[in-house]
Antibody, heavy 121, light 106 residues
Framework: QITLKESGPALVKPTQTLTVTCSFSGFSLNATGMGVGWIRQPPGKALEWLAVIYWDDDKSYSPSVSSRVTITKDTSRHQVVLTMTDMGPVDSGTYFC?????????????WGKGTTVTVSS | SYELTQPTSVSVSPGQTASITCSGHKLGDNYVCWYQQKPGQAPVLVLFQDKKRPSGIPERFSGSNSGNTATLSISGIQAVDEADYYCQAWVSDTVVFGGGTKLTVL
């Protein structure tokens, strides 16, 4: 059974860098076709995809945040980390990590419960 | 940038069929996924590759995708189906989500 759990600060000050960690189990990020991505959701608004990293270290970023976001993996610790620089109030919301199955096609099939981040001074 | 457009809301009576559309330029050339999200919860995948159901998703959920429009259909609507539904596609190596549709069961 695949599970993912997000962790990180609940409060971040404007201009600071956010670091959120996804700890997962039930799969290896060394295995072909596996990926872990990040999606966020401002309060009351739609989902917004941020980034994904794959078993072969291939990465993809949303153009809207690509200059501010970095995604990395630590396969041995079963973790994926997202950093986002220059945080502002519009970046407040719930940050979800999710498992990608990318064999024949790529789809997001399991989500973590999310971690809430508020950007405020 | 590429956009997926969904109706803001859809209302349906119990037992009826709900259809939620997702529109985008040549969307039929890409696979679409659908997610269900209930208040305070994470999204759940209900359809992938346009019409395939993950394990545990009832047969009441079905999908299609052609031309510029993908459609999620839920037959025999139940109160438990009330939720927000999001479509999603891969376009130019990025994931795009629709704006979401609030499904209300009357």
């Amino acid at each position: 059974q695949i599970t993912l759990k997000e962790s990180g600060p609940a409060l971040v000050k404007p201009t600071q860098t956010l670091t959120v960690t996804c700890s997962f189990s039930g799969f290896s990020l060394n295995a072909t076709g596996m990926g872990v991505g990040w999606i966020r959701q401002p309060p009351g608004k739609a989902l917004e995809w941020l980034a994904v990293i794959y078993w072969d270290d291939d990465k993809s970023y949303s153009p809207s945040v690509s200059s501010r976001v970095t995604i990395t993996k630590d396969t041995s610790r079963h973790q994926v980390v997202l950093t986002m620089t220059d945080m502002g109030p519009v970046d407040s919301g719930t940050y979800f990590c999710a498992h990608h199955t990318a064999l024949t096609t790529d789809y997001i099939d399991v989500w973590g419960k999310g971690t809430t981040v508020t950007v405020s001074s | 940038s590429y956009e997926l457009t969904q109706p803001t809301s859809v209302s349906v009576s119990p037992g009826q069929t709900a259809s939620i559309t997702c529109s985008g330029h040549k969307l039929g050339d890409n696979y679409v996924c659908w997610y269900q999200q209930k208040p305070g919860q994470a999204p759940v995948l209900v359809l992938f590759q346009d019409k395939k159901r993950p394990s545990g998703i009832p047969e009441r959920f079905s999908g299609s995708n052609s031309g510029n429009t993908a459609t999620l259909s839920i037959s025999g609507i139940q109160a438990v189906d009330e939720a927000d539904y999001y479509c999603q596609a891969w376009v130019s190596d990025t994931v795009v989500f629709g704006g979401g549709t609030k499904l209300t069961v009357l």
